[in-house]
């Protein structure tokens, strides 16, 4: 399976970004989908997963302000991310991975940057 994310860049705090996450392979619709974040000097963070029947987990750092979707008929996960922050200020990757197993051992995409300003 291949995934291609898109829809980072650079706003200001208060600001809104969309993340897209594409897959290609027939298995997208069996597999949970999420996304990962990775600042300069910190860890990696899971953000948000979503499993193949719609269940949803968020971080702490980003409950109520972040949103992930999907949309099986288009192999396409969503990040809806509202009021970001300076704080948010990463890499974003998203994974596809069997539901509830260990998400970092998933399929990864490439990055997509999300810079937000103060």
């Known amino acids: 399976v291949q995934l291609q994310a898109s829809g980072g860049g650079s706003v200001q705090a208060g600001g809104s970004l969309r993340l897209s996450c594409a897959a290609s392979g027939s298995i997208f619709s069996i597999n949970a989908m999420g996304w990962y974040r990775q600042a300069a000097g910190k860890q990696r963070e899971l953000v948000a997963t979503?499993?193949?029947?719609?269940?949803?987990n968020y971080a702490d750092s980003v409950k109520g302000r972040f949103t992930i979707s999907r949309d099986n008929a288009k192999n396409m996960a969503y990040l809806q991310m509202n009021n970001l922050k300076p704080e948010d200020t990463a890499v974003y990757y998203c994974?596809?991975?069997?539901?509830?197993?260990?998400?970092?051992?998933?399929?990864w995409g490439q990055g997509t940057l999300v810079t937000v300003s103060s």
């Open positions: 994974i596809l991975a069997p539901d509830y197993s260990d998400y970092e051992y998933g399929s």
């Open positions: 979503i499993t193949s029947d719609g269940s949803t």
